[in-house]
């Protein structure tokens, strides 16, 4: 049990959600009370809710790809919601800029895990939509945004979906989002490191980013240079989607 939080079955749900606002986050999770479409997040769209201490998002778990038009939302022995609060909850706790996390439901059918988690929504916009308005004048808030990922590495946490719509510039900070399948592990190696800045990379180039803006990011990371053969790998991997996508 995580510190903080309360276990309640609800509606042939469990749910882990936050002791002090327990009832209506557990009703928004499991039930949809109280929700309204915010738009989309990952592979699925956003609900919105209103909770004592100001508004919530739920995001559904949903897969991607060609998997998605047989299992949509289920997941053979993966407990996606509860892993994923686990990890963001424990970056919360250590200081990371983060939203508040709220709570995970989840329902088991068998071996298949269906849910949702919950967060605070934080006035902010997303890397992306930040540098495509301030276009230059971004890379003071890219450096700070490799800062946040090295220390989000220096917790032992890696991303497994690093791209610039998971990144959220906030009136004050940057913040980092959706731990989904995100590992915790003793030590994030220079090689894992490596794969989630180049991970990044593809994702600014893929929304046609200026490249400095990333050299910013990395230089605030502290990273000046990639293994070659993953440099390569990742570039090519890259020219195989463009090719695909076409």
Same mark, same amino acid.
């Given at each position: $049990? +995580?510190?903080?939080?309360?276990? @309640? #079955?609800?509606?042939?749900?469990?749910?882990?959600?936050?002791?002090?606002?327990?009832?209506?986050v557990s009703a928004a999770l499991v039930e949809g009370e109280g929700c309204h479409p915010a738009g989309e997040g990952g592979r699925g769209a956003l609900m919105r809710f209103a909770y004592p201490n100001g508004s919530g998002?739920?995001?559904?778990? &949903?897969?991607?790809?060609?998997?998605?038009?047989? %299992?949509?939302?289920?997941?053979?022995?993966?407990?996606?919601?509860?892993?994923?609060?686990?990890?963001?909850?424990?970056?919360?706790?250590?200081?990371?800029?983060?939203?508040?996390?709220?709570?995970?439901a989840w329902q088991r059918r068998g071996l298949w895990y269906r849910g949702a988690i919950a967060s605070d929504e934080?006035?902010?916009?997303? %890397? +992306?939509?930040?540098?495509?308005?301030?276009?230059?004048?971004?890379?003071?808030? $890219?450096?700070?945004?490799?800062?946040?990922?090295?220390? $989000?590495?220096?917790?032992?946490?890696?991303?497994? !979906?690093?791209?610039? *719509?998971? @990144?959220?510039?906030?009136?004050?900070?940057?913040?980092? @989002?959706?731990?989904?399948?995100? #590992?915790?592990?003793?030590?994030?190696? !220079?090689?894992?490191?490596?794969?989630?800045?180049?991970?990044?990379?593809? #994702?600014?180039? *893929?929304?046609?980013?200026?490249?400095?803006?990333? &050299?910013? +990011?990395?230089?605030?990371?502290?990273?000046?240079?990639?293994?070659?053969?993953?440099? &390569?790998?990742?570039?090519? *991997?890259?020219?195989? #989607?463009?090719?695909?996508?076409?």
């Amino acid at each position: $049990m +995580l510190a903080g939080f309360t276990h @309640i #079955s609800r509606g042939g749900a469990e749910a882990l959600v936050r002791e002090e606002w327990a009832d209506v986050v557990s009703a928004a999770l499991v039930e949809g009370e109280g929700c309204h479409p915010a738009g989309e997040g990952g592979r699925g769209a956003l609900m919105r809710f209103a909770y004592p201490n100001g508004s919530g998002l739920v995001r559904r778990y &949903r897969r991607g790809g060609v998997i998605r038009h047989f %299992l949509k939302e289920s997941y053979l022995l993966q407990n996606r919601p509860l892993r994923e609060l686990g990890v963001h909850a424990f970056l919360q706790d250590e200081g990371l800029s983060v939203p508040v996390v709220l709570g995970a439901a989840w329902q088991r059918r068998g071996l298949w895990y269906r849910g949702a988690i919950a967060s605070d929504e934080i006035a902010s916009t997303t %890397l +992306l939509e930040y540098a495509r308005e301030r276009g230059a004048q971004a890379e003071r808030v $890219m450096d700070e945004c490799g800062q946040l990922i090295r220390r $989000m590495h220096e917790l032992g946490v890696y991303h497994a !979906d690093l791209q610039v *719509k998971n @990144i959220l510039i906030g009136e004050d900070r940057a913040y980092l @989002i959706d731990f989904d399948n995100a #590992s915790r592990l003793p030590v994030v190696s !220079d090689r894992l490191r490596a794969r989630n800045l180049l991970r990044l990379r593809r #994702s600014f180039e *893929k929304h046609d980013l200026p490249g400095p803006l990333f &050299r910013a +990011l990395c230089a605030g990371y502290g990273a000046d240079a990639f293994p070659r053969w993953l440099d &390569r790998l990742y570039r090519a *991997k890259g020219t195989f #989607s463009d090719y695909v996508s076409r």
